[in-house]
């Protein structure tokens, strides 16, 4: 199990229900992971990804306490990994 | 609670918070401030703000995306903002620690109203909708302006700010007594032996005319207004005011924007069919030369500025020199009239390539504002409708105007210390904010570098 930590503005797009900051997933790929967000939360995954298996510009991932740049795409993850999906503040 | 009665609500902004985030922002000058605003439990009220540092906005990735918008954002770098990652981590991190929840987003701006703009909007709504949107505008150092938005994909809409605490009244007691009134407005009201004011204070002057004219006695208007504080008004109108205007037929036209094409603007909908009764207005804003009628510090300027507009100008001075001048501020009606033209578009002119030939903005201007009339005039004949500097209006400012207004020469006044409305655009300005139908206000003691006014004046009708 992977646990997937959110933002509260993003946490929003998982179900109005969900208050809390943490999902557990099982993926053991990035391209597993995106598939599991895209079936189960499509509205967070409308927002977080681009086409196929990319993080849309100003989202970056976080696993394990390090932001990971790039590479991404090759990622395994284990149990008990704990990952986040960022959003980049920007503006005018 | 419901959605729609929540918002309804003011958002809390504690004056202690504020005024931290305001001191903070001065203190980070010239550089842009960007951060997170966060609450402990109520998604309406500002508990604290985070500052982020980092600005990766020039960086490779990010540079192009932001000149796509236009030269303003070619020319000044430090127009817009993105976080780093490494940085949005830690402040994520600390938000969780904490306990508390990120409500709404701040930033800065150094040049431009505190108003929201494509940029903002595209950035905003594509990341985080579900939070809502400070701008601090900084243009006027001394007077921070604070205003919160709340965008959806349905549009953007401005939110009432609250400090949380028990709200003052405006209202001075001894406003009440009508022999305070007159007593109070006879010592303002007082000349010298030029015939100027004695009192140079604009502010007191227009709220103890405002005052006297409540009372609707036109004895006591006749004696003090009339042939008192604006004695020779008709004089200074015929010398030096009507040369410059020009006569509109008004009828009927077409204000606002059709809701389907409200995109990120800001209280422009819907778009209502007006009937405006025919009036002048000068087809140049006021320059200092003349604004020195009245303010004589004005004519120690240097000659070249003294050909330029008047700026730096409070609502109350303009409203106040526009009355010793026999004349008026355009109302918000009136100026959408003259400045569009008969245009349906977006400006007086037919595509954004033309605005260059008729309007001083971001793309053309390198930030100096020039003498009016120096460009090619819309098809009224008026000058820099568009851009140079923004106008002043006569109305009080209320996003819901359009709603719930009227459609006979409506011109939304309330009590005078609350915002006015501002148009046009000036040398700082986006394409987008120098549009016919843009609006943004400002309270009526505020003043800028590029906030000037023109005049107007009813016509009878024919």
Same mark, same amino acid.
């Given at each position: 199990m992977v646990n997937l930590m959110l933002a509260s503005h993003l946490s929003?797009?998982?179900?109005?229900?969900f208050c809390g900051k943490t999902i557990a997933v099982k993926p053991s790929s990035w391209p597993e992971f995106v598939e599991e967000v895209r079936t189960r939360f499509p509205r967070l995954a409308n927002r977080v990804?681009?086409?196929?298996y990319t993080l849309n510009p100003g989202f970056a991932l976080v696993l394990n306490d390090e932001?990971?740049?790039?590479?991404?795409?090759s990622l395994h993850f284990y149990n008990g990994d704990e990952m986040c999906i960022l959003v980049n503040i920007a503006g005018g | 609670m419901s959605d729609d009665l929540r918002r309804s609500d003011p958002i809390i902004l504690p004056a202690e918070v504020r005024e931290r985030l305001l001191a903070t922002i001065l203190q980070r000058l010239p550089r842009k401030s960007f951060g997170y605003l966060v609450s402990r439990?109520?998604?309406? *009220? %500002? +508990?604290d703000f985070i500052l982020l540092?980092? /600005?990766?906005? /020039?960086?490779e990735e990010w540079k192009g995306r932001f000149e796509a918008y236009g030269q303003y954002f070619m020319e000044h770098d430090d127009a817009g903002f993105v976080s780093t990652p490494e940085e949005t981590w830690r402040v994520q991190k600390e938000i969780w620690k904490r306990g508390m929840t990120e409500v709404g987003l701040f930033h800065s701006h150094l040049r431009h109203p505190a108003n929201f703009s494509g940029i903002d909007y595209d950035m905003h709504i594509s990341r985080y909708p579900h939070l809502w949107h400070m701008i601090i505008s900084v243009r006027n150092r001394t007077m921070p302006q604070v205003r919160i938005f709340n965008i959806s994909s349905d549009g953007v809409r401005e939110e009432k700010i609250a400090e949380g605490g028990v709200t003052s009244s405006?209202? +001075?007691?001894?406003?009440?007594s009508i022999d305070a009134a007159i007593a109070k407005a006879r010592s303002f009201f007082a000349l010298d032996g030029q015939g100027?004011?004695?009192?140079? /204070?604009a502010e007191a002057i227009v709220r103890a005319i405002e005052l006297l004219r409540k009372l609707n006695d036109p004895n006591i208007i006749d004696e003090l %207004?009339?042939?008192?504080?604006?004695?020779g008004s008709e004089k200074r109108l015929q010398q030096h005011i009507l040369p410059l205007m020009k006569p509109l037929e008004g009828g009927l036209f077409q204000m606002g924007t059709a809701t389907d094409r409200?995109?990120?603007? %800001? &209280?422009?909908?819907?778009c209502r069919t007006i009937a405006l009764s025919p009036f002048s207005i000068t087809s140049v804003t006021v320059t200092n030369a003349l604004f020195g009628l009245l #303010?004589? *510090? *004005?004519? *120690?300027?240097?000659k070249e500025d003294l050909l330029k507009p008047a700026v730096n100008v409070s609502w109350y001075e303009a409203t106040l020199f526009a009355l010793w001048v026999g004349c008026r501020l355009p109302m918000e009606s009136e100026w959408e009239f003259a400045c569009g033209a &008969?245009? #349906? &578009?977006?400006?007086?002119?037919?595509?954004?390539? #033309?605005l260059r030939r008729i309007a001083w903005y971001a793309d053309n201007s390198r930030g100096i504002i020039r003498q009016p009339g120096q460009l090619e005039s819309n098809s009224y004949g008026l000058h820099d409708m568009h851009g140079n500097v923004w106008e002043w209006c006569k109305d009080t400012y209320d996003q819901a105007s359009y709603v719930q207004?009227?459609?006979?020469d409506p011109v939304h006044l309330r009590i005078i210390p609350t915002d006015k409305v501002c148009r046009g655009g000036s040398v700082d300005s986006l394409a987008e904010m120098c549009r016919t139908r843009y609006r943004i206000c400002e309270p009526p003691g505020f003043f800028a570098s590029d906030l000037g006014f023109r005049l107007a004046r009813s016509r009878p009708l024919h």
């Amino acid at each position: 199990m992977v646990n997937l930590m959110l933002a509260s503005h993003l946490s929003n797009l998982v179900s109005p229900e969900f208050c809390g900051k943490t999902i557990a997933v099982k993926p053991s790929s990035w391209p597993e992971f995106v598939e599991e967000v895209r079936t189960r939360f499509p509205r967070l995954a409308n927002r977080v990804f681009g086409h196929r298996y990319t993080l849309n510009p100003g989202f970056a991932l976080v696993l394990n306490d390090e932001v990971i740049a790039q590479g991404y795409n090759s990622l395994h993850f284990y149990n008990g990994d704990e990952m986040c999906i960022l959003v980049n503040i920007a503006g005018g | 609670m419901s959605d729609d009665l929540r918002r309804s609500d003011p958002i809390i902004l504690p004056a202690e918070v504020r005024e931290r985030l305001l001191a903070t922002i001065l203190q980070r000058l010239p550089r842009k401030s960007f951060g997170y605003l966060v609450s402990r439990s109520e998604p309406r *009220r %500002v +508990d604290d703000f985070i500052l982020l540092e980092g /600005n990766i906005r /020039n960086t490779e990735e990010w540079k192009g995306r932001f000149e796509a918008y236009g030269q303003y954002f070619m020319e000044h770098d430090d127009a817009g903002f993105v976080s780093t990652p490494e940085e949005t981590w830690r402040v994520q991190k600390e938000i969780w620690k904490r306990g508390m929840t990120e409500v709404g987003l701040f930033h800065s701006h150094l040049r431009h109203p505190a108003n929201f703009s494509g940029i903002d909007y595209d950035m905003h709504i594509s990341r985080y909708p579900h939070l809502w949107h400070m701008i601090i505008s900084v243009r006027n150092r001394t007077m921070p302006q604070v205003r919160i938005f709340n965008i959806s994909s349905d549009g953007v809409r401005e939110e009432k700010i609250a400090e949380g605490g028990v709200t003052s009244s405006i209202a +001075d007691p001894a406003e009440h007594s009508i022999d305070a009134a007159i007593a109070k407005a006879r010592s303002f009201f007082a000349l010298d032996g030029q015939g100027l004011p004695c009192l140079h /204070n604009a502010e007191a002057i227009v709220r103890a005319i405002e005052l006297l004219r409540k009372l609707n006695d036109p004895n006591i208007i006749d004696e003090l %207004v009339t042939r008192g504080l604006l004695a020779g008004s008709e004089k200074r109108l015929q010398q030096h005011i009507l040369p410059l205007m020009k006569p509109l037929e008004g009828g009927l036209f077409q204000m606002g924007t059709a809701t389907d094409r409200r995109r990120h603007f %800001v &209280g422009e909908t819907p778009c209502r069919t007006i009937a405006l009764s025919p009036f002048s207005i000068t087809s140049v804003t006021v320059t200092n030369a003349l604004f020195g009628l009245l #303010d004589r *510090r *004005r004519l *120690r300027f240097l000659k070249e500025d003294l050909l330029k507009p008047a700026v730096n100008v409070s609502w109350y001075e303009a409203t106040l020199f526009a009355l010793w001048v026999g004349c008026r501020l355009p109302m918000e009606s009136e100026w959408e009239f003259a400045c569009g033209a &008969g245009s #349906d &578009g977006e400006w007086a002119c037919k595509e954004e390539a #033309d605005l260059r030939r008729i309007a001083w903005y971001a793309d053309n201007s390198r930030g100096i504002i020039r003498q009016p009339g120096q460009l090619e005039s819309n098809s009224y004949g008026l000058h820099d409708m568009h851009g140079n500097v923004w106008e002043w209006c006569k109305d009080t400012y209320d996003q819901a105007s359009y709603v719930q207004g009227g459609t006979i020469d409506p011109v939304h006044l309330r009590i005078i210390p609350t915002d006015k409305v501002c148009r046009g655009g000036s040398v700082d300005s986006l394409a987008e904010m120098c549009r016919t139908r843009y609006r943004i206000c400002e309270p009526p003691g505020f003043f800028a570098s590029d906030l000037g006014f023109r005049l107007a004046r009813s016509r009878p009708l024919h």
